[in-house]
C-alpha cells in the first residue's frame, strides 16, 4: 500500500514519462523484494527496444541492466528472447520465468537472478504496448500475489498517465497553431525559427525565410464574405504545407499571410520553390473561387542577411514589398544573398565547360534491377563534379545552373553521349547486358541542334535509352514528338523521368513514344505512409502494365519499399537499397557481386485487389477527407463489394468487412482511442487477408495477372 501510495504521489506530481519512469522504479526496488526494476520504450527508430530507466539494489546490476539490447525481433538472439521483448510483441505479461542463460553469460552483474515479470503498458485499451515495465526477483516465491497486484496496478496507471499526457499535448499543439488552417502561428514560428538559428550558427548552416502575401486577398473577402476567404485560406495552406514537406516549417503568420523556413545550402535553387509556391496560391484560390488571387513573396538568408530572427523577419517583408512593388505574383531576395548566388552561378558558368574538358565531369552509375527475373538490367550515368582536393561535387550543386544554360547543358549532353558509347563498349567487352540511360537537359533536346550532335557523337542508339521530363513536352510538344520518333529510328529507347510530378504526366505518356516510366522517388518514399502517394504508384504500375512500357520504381532505399513495390506488382527498381551511384571501375567491380543473390520473389495481388495493401500503408485518412466517411464509396469498401462472391470464405474476410464499416463509423465520433484500435485490427486482418490470396492457386509473382 506504501508502494501504491508513493507511485499515485509520483503520477501527480510528474509532468514527463521518463522523469516518472525513474521515480517509480525506485519506488519499487525501495518498497518491494525486488532487486531491479526498469521501463523499455522503442528508440527513436522503432524497430529497436531501449533501457529508458532502470533502479537496482546495487550499482554493478544497474550497470548490467543498462548495458542490455533488448529487441522486438524474435530472431536476435538473445535478446530477441528477452521476456520484455516477448511482452512487447505478444502485449500480455510474462512471468515469473528464469532469464535467458545467454542473456547472463558472463556478466556478474546479472548473477543470482532468479525471477523476471514483465508488464506491457497501453495507452488504449486494445492498442499496441507503447512501453514494458519489469522486475528482477532473487527467487520467484517473492512474486506475491501483492506484489502482482500492485504491478499490475502500475502498468495501467502509468498507461492512464501517458493518456492524459497526450491529451496534453493535444491542447498544448492548439497553442501554437492556427485554428483555421492547422498551419504553426506566428509566435511558434518565431520561436522555432530562433532555436533553428541558434542551431544553424553552431553549426555553420544557413537558412531561408520566406514571407508570402496574397494579392486580391481582400477583394475576394469583401465581395464573397469570410467563408469564402477561410476557404481560400485553408486550400493555399494545405497546398504550401504539401510543397513544403522538406522545410523546418510553414506558418500562418495571422490576415492572408504566410511564411516557411528552410535549410539552404549554396546552389540550392529558391527560384524553382518560389515558382512553385506562388502557383500553389493561384491554384488553391482557383479551386475556391474565379476572381484572381495570387502572391508576393519575400525571401531573405541567415547568416547573410541578419543575426536574428527579428532582423532576418524585417528584411523578409521589405523582399516581399519589393516583390509587390514588381508587378505582384512574383518573389524577390533581400540584399546579400542575390549577389552571393550570382557569384556562384558566374563561377559555375566560368569553370564547367573547362570541368569537361579537363576530365572532371564524370558520370557515376547506378544500377537498375529486374528483382523479379533476378538480374541487373541497366544502370543510370549521374553527373558528378571532381573538385581539386579530390572531392564530389553532386548535381544539386550546379545542374540547376547548368540545365537554364544552352551552352553549358548542350556541351554536358554532348559529353554524356561521348561517354554512354564508350561505358557501352565496355559493358560489352565485360559481358555485362545491360542498358545505359542517359539524362538529356530540354534545353539541349530541344535544340536545333541536338539530332546532328546525336547523329555525329553517338549514330547509333542501340543499348541506350535517353531519359527526359516532361518539361520538354511543355515547351514544345510538336517538336519533340518528332525529335523522339528520330532517336526510336536510330534505336534509342525513351524513358519520362519523374513520372507523376507534373500536371501532364499521363497525356504525355500517350503523346511521346516512351519505352519506359520512372516513377518519382518522392512518391516511392511516402507510399509506405500516404495513401495518396500509394494510389499513385498504383496507377502508375497499372498504367504501365496496359500501355506495355516497363516501370522502374526510384528511390527504393530499403526492404520494405521493395517488399510493397512487388505486392503491388512491380518489377524494376532503382535506389540505395539496391545500391548508390558508383563511380565506374567500383560499378565493374560490384556487379558480379550482387547478380547472383539479387532475386526476390513476393507474390503480387491482382489489379482490382490494390485496394487491400493500401490497408497496410500508413494511417487511412478517415477524418481527412469528407468523402472518406461512407463506407461504401471509399476504395476499400468498394473492393469489400467487388470481391466478396470470391473472397468470403477466406476466415478473415468478413470480420476485415466488419472493422471497415467500424472504422468509418468511428471516424465520425470523438472516440479516438477506439479509432486507433481499431485501424490496428483492420491491418491485422489486411495483412491476414494478402497472405490468404497471395496463395491461392494459380496466382503467380508479379505481373499483370488474369482473374482467378
Known sequence: QEAALLAQQEMLRSTEPIELFHRLTDIIVSQTDCIAAYVVIPDEHGDALKIAAVAARDAARRNAIEGLVPSRDPQHHPYGQMLVSRAFREGIPIGPLPPHPDIIGNNAGLKGLGAVVAWPIRIADNGE???VLAIELLARRHFTLRLQQLMQLLAENIGSFLYQQQLYRQVQDLVVHDILTGLPNRSHFEQSVSTAITQARGSGRHLAIGLLDLDGF??????HGHSVGDA??????????????????????????FACCLDWQAGDDLNMVSQKALLAVIDGAATVTDMPVSGSLGWTI????????????????????????AGKSTYRFYGGAVAAAAERRIQVHQDFLLAITHGDIVFFLQPQADVVAGHIDGAEMLARWRQEDGRWRGPGKFMSIVEQDHRLIRALGIHALQEAVRLRERCRSEGLHIRLSLNIGAL?????????????????????????????????????????MILKERGFRLALDDFGTGYSSMLYTTQLPFDELKLDQNFVFRFRRDNASFAVAGAARLLGDLSGRSMIAEGIANPADLTLWLRMGGRRIQGYHLAPPLPENAFFTWYPCLQPVLRRSVAALLLEDLPLLSHMTGDASYRQDPTMLAASSCPMGKWFSLRRGEYQYIPAFLPAERMHQRLHALSTGADEKALRAALVEMRILSLALYEAIAQQPGDTANGLQDRP
Not at 481582400?218 to 465581395?223: I, P, Q
Not at 486550400?235 to 499571410?257: F, I, N, P, T, Y
Open 218 to 223: 481582400k477583394e475576394v473577402n469583401d465581395s
Open 232 to 257: 481560400i485560406l485553408q486550400a493555399v495552406a494545405q497546398r504550401l504545407q504539401d510543397l513544403c514537406k522538406e522545410s523546418l516549417m510553414v506558418a500562418r503568420m495571422g490576415g492572408d499571410e
Open 444 to 484: 539541349h533536346f530541344l535544340h536545333p541542334d541536338f539530332l546532328e550532335d546525336v547523329a555525329r557523337y553517338c549514330p547509333q542508339g542501340g543499348g541506350l535509352t535517353i531519359e527526359i521530363t516532361e518539361s520538354i513536352a511543355l515547351a514544345d510538344l510538336r517538336h519533340a514528338q518528332q525529335v523522339a
Open 302 to 325: 541567415f547568416p547573410d542577411d541578419g543575426p536574428d530572427f527579428k532582423t532576418l523577419f524585417a528584411h523578409a517583408d521589405e523582399a516581399m514589398y519589393a516583390a509587390k512593388a
Open 129 to 131: 504496448p507503447v512501453a
